[in-house]
Structures are given as C-alpha cells and as structure tokens.
C-alpha cells in the first residue's frame, strides 16, 4: 500500500499513530520523496491492505 504524507513535522507520526490506533500491526515500510508534487509517498506491507486503504481514505489520506 503506498500512501502520501505531507513533507512536514509529524506527519509520519500522525500516520502511524492513526494506523496504531486501528489496531493494524505494519510488517514493514519504507519512505520516499516524490519529485513530482514533493510530498514523502509511505510503502507499507499491512496484513488487510483493503482495510487499512479504507481507513486512511476516510482519515482524508490519499492512497496511491
């Protein structure tokens, strides 16, 4: 699942502290600058990516 964060102080915390708070355990993730609009794009590995996407959508996140 592929999410983009906000370049800015805290927005990877405030995402993995909304997918805490979902219960969701992460198996792994790794982070990466986007050139195109300079936002930071978050790769997870979730066991339910459909649930997580879900969830992240609904919290106003845009999942790629």
Do not use: F
């Not at 969701?24 to 050139?35: C, E, K, P, R």
């Amino acid at each position: 699942l592929c999410v983009e964060i906000a370049d800015e102080v805290g927005s990877l915390n405030r995402l993995l502290g909304d997918i805490h708070n979902a219960n969701v355990n992460i198996d792994y993730m790794y982070v990466a600058l986007s050139t195109e609009n300079g936002k930071a794009l978050g790769v997870l590995r979730v066991p339910d990516i459909e649930l997580v996407e879900s969830m992240l959508t609904d919290k106003g996140y845009t999942t790629l």
